[in-house]
Every structure is written in structure tokens, then in C-alpha cells.
Nanobody, 118 residues
Framework: QVQLAESGVGLVQPGGSLRLSCAASGTIFNIYVMGWYRHALGKQRELVGRIRLGGSIDYADSVKGRFSISRDNAKNTMYLQMNNLKPEDTAVYYC????????????WGQGTQVTVSS
């Protein structure tokens, strides 16, 4: 069982920045695809970005150039740095750990609210 704990909930003005963290309960970064998703009110959940098993990182077109994902393997923690935030980035953000390709499970954090408003 993998547990994911997110932190970084916040209210930020347009153009501002915020960093979210996702701490995993075990050493899974090398065998799980780690990602960030978001769910805005009235919309479907969407992928923000993910770190593939080989280490490459994909981003949604809507956040390219503004968001970046990184991880600290020693701390079992993944980060989402969000810059130049826009009102349309307002959503609940979820950390995800997908181990199905290696026979593991698909796990979600509890979600953290990000609100971009003036």
C-alpha cells in the first residue's frame, strides 16, 4: 500500500507562484509513474504532468512553460512548481503514483485546493 501526502494548499493572485509537494510512503519513484492531476469545478480531471519511468517528464499543453515537476528521491517527495498562475489553474490538485505496469496499484493523494484569484 502506497500513501501519498500532499501539501501546499493556497490562494494566490494571478501571475503568482506556488509549489505543491507530494511525499510518498515508500521508495517507489524508480518503479512507479508519478504524476500530478487536477480537477476543476465542472470539468473532468486532467493530467497536469508526469514523470515517466525513464525520467522524462510530460506536461499538459496548458501548463507548458509555466509548471515544472521535480523529485527528491532521498526524501521520496515529488514537487509541482507553478509559476505565472492563471485563474483557470484553479482546481483541486492530486498527486498520483501508478505502479500498474509493474503489477502494483494506482494510488492518489487526498487532493489540495489551489485557487488563483485577485
Amino acid at each position: 500500500q502506497v500513501q501519498l501526502a500532499e501539501s501546499g494548499v493556497g490562494l494566490v493572485q494571478p501571475g503568482g507562484s506556488l509549489r505543491l509537494s507530494c511525499a510518498a510512503s515508500g521508495t517507489i519513484f524508480n518503479i512507479y509513474v508519478m504524476g500530478w492531476y487536477r480537477h476543476a469545478l465542472g470539468k473532468q480531471r486532467e493530467l497536469v504532468g508526469r514523470i515517466r519511468l525513464g525520467g522524462s517528464i510530460d506536461y499538459a499543453d496548458s501548463v507548458k512553460g509555466r509548471f515544472s515537476i521535480s523529485r527528491d528521491n532521498a526524501k521520496n517527495t515529488m514537487y509541482l512548481q507553478m509559476n505565472n498562475l492563471k485563474p483557470e489553474d484553479t482546481a483541486v490538485y492530486y498527486c498520483n503514483a501508478d505502479g500498474r505496469v509493474v503489477g502494483g496499484g494506482n494510488y492518489w493523494g487526498q487532493g489540495t485546493q489551489v485557487t488563483v484569484s485577485s
